[in-house]
């Protein structure tokens, strides 16, 4: 099991940027891809990106292509999220998830055993 712990979420005007940071503890991170899903009120979660365990090999949804950049410091066992131009569509509480099986790079959210708490991020109009 790996305990996961997310943070720099916060409030922003549109356009603004964020970096969101996850710290993992409990397993060995570098033989893990981590993931990033987000969840808007009312909305299911969504998957955002996922990046393997070197950090060579990152998946983005097709919605934050372009605007969201994951990357990851397997020194510091921390996974981030650079979030820019931010939209409105945005807003949502953001989650890290760290997925059952090592050497995968996954993107649906059953495929991941390990979540953080989330953090949230607002983007005002």
């Known amino acids: 099991q790996v305990q996961l712990v997310e943070s720099g979420g916060g409030l922003v005007q549109a356009g603004g940027s964020l970096r969101l940071s996850c710290a993992a503890t409990g397993r060995t991170f570098s033989s893990y891809a981590m993931g990033w899903f987000r969840q808007a009120p009312g909305k299911e979660r969504e998957f955002v990106a996922a990046?393997?365990?070197?950090?060579?090999?990152?998946v983005y949804a097709d919605s934050v292509k372009g605007r969201f950049t994951a990357s990851r410091d397997n020194a510091k066992n921390t996974v981030y999220l650079q979030v820019n131009s931010l939209k409105p569509e945005d807003t949502a509480v953001y989650y890290c998830?760290?997925?059952?099986?090592?050497?995968?790079?996954?993107?649906?959210?059953?495929?991941?055993?390990?979540w953080g708490q989330g953090t949230q991020v607002t983007v005002s109009s």
């Open positions: 998830a760290a997925p059952h099986l090592p050497y995968r790079v996954v993107t649906t959210h059953t495929d991941f055993g390990s």
């Open positions: 990046i393997s365990w070197s950090g060579n090999y990152i």
